[in-house]
């Protein structure tokens, strides 16, 4: 089963692949999902994490397989023969992820997508974006990328970029950040504090950064509360993708350069921010190259 949908840009949807891993529902966006193919015996790797379940080769490429029920605590699968790889790019990384079943796609509003609470995600540690009701089942969209980072911290944001950054002279331009991960956020907010920019401010959603950006329009202050939007395309209430175009669209906005960084950039989302008129795509493991993004774009 290979995934080929395409979504109109901006219009502030996606698509949400659901599957099973025991009796729960998880949800993935179907933006990360390169294919999915049928369970196969892995080549177990020796000393590898424990999560990782081995690797297969489904074509000329060898790719890594992780238990998703072993990763979430759950049971393993009684009967492999309805299990599935979900193979997914994003970070520049294609992984596997081992799962009991897919149930079907459906198309989604992320206005619809319910931000999960501290309860949940306790300081950080939580591996749940989101949750949404279809058909009476709460599905919960899982954090991949988490995932994936806390099995490997190499494939998460490289700070050790920044610290070459980090004796520049200190630079006041107001730059407006839209990222929901409270822990992503923290360190891309950290990072660019390190290289000189002391006036970031942080939004949890789309949403809340456009309600601002337009707060500022009303009171006729644009140039001098918001000189950059840095924006994470995954977002519940609003992604990134509706963000930049709502900006770009608008006449007193539109000169404002929006940057989208975020793991999910490949040559079909970064025609979509083209399209949309974003003035850089970045993948979020190159936190340096968002520094240098922000420097030209601001001067």
Not at 61 to 90: Q, R
Not at 255 to 264: G, H, T
């Amino acid at each position: 089963m290979e995934t080929g949908i395409l979504l109109e840009s901006g219009t502030n949807e996606l698509e949400i692949l659901e599957f099973k891993v025991g009796s729960n529902y998880y949800g993935i966006n179907v933006a990360k999902i390169k294919e999915i193919l049928s369970y196969q015996e892995p080549t177990p790797i020796p000393n590898a994490h424990p999560c990782v379940e081995g690797i297969f080769m489904p074509r000329e490429e060898i790719i890594s397989i992780i238990d998703l029920a072993k990763n979430l605590n759950l049971a393993p699968s009684v009967d492999k023969s309805k299990d599935m790889y979900i193979v997914t790019n994003f970070n520049k990384l294609n992984i596997a992820f081992h799962v009991h079943g897919v149930v079907g796609i459906h198309r989604v509003s992320w206005a619809d997508i319910i931000k999960p609470d501290d309860t949940v995600n306790s300081a950080g540690s939580g591996v749940a974006t989101g949750i949404i009701k279809i058909d009476k089942r709460l599905i919960v969209i899982l954090d991949f990328e988490k995932i994936v980072s806390d099995i490997n911290p190499e494939t998460g944001l490289r700070v050790s970029d920044i610290k070459q950054l980090e004796d520049r002279e200190r630079n006041n331009s107001p730059i407006i950040m839209a990222e929901d991960s409270a822990l992503l956020g923290k360190l891309i907010y950290d990072s660019l504090t390190k290289a000189g920019y002391t006036n970031v401010k942080r939004f949890k959603d789309g949403k809340a950064a456009w309600d601002q950006l337009c707060e500022y329009k009303k009171n006729g202050t644009i140039d001098e509360n918001v000189h950059c939007v840095i924006t994470d395309i995954e977002m519940p209430q609003m992604d990134g993708h509706r963000l930049t175009k709502l900006i770009k669209d608008d006449d007193d906005l539109k000169r404002v350069p929006v940057i989208i960084f975020s793991s999910l950039i490949n040559d079909e989302m970064r025609r979509k921010g083209q399209m949309l008129g974003a003035d850089e795509q970045l993948t979020k493991p190159e936190i340096g190259k968002l520094v240098g993004a922000v420097d030209r774009l601001i001067y």
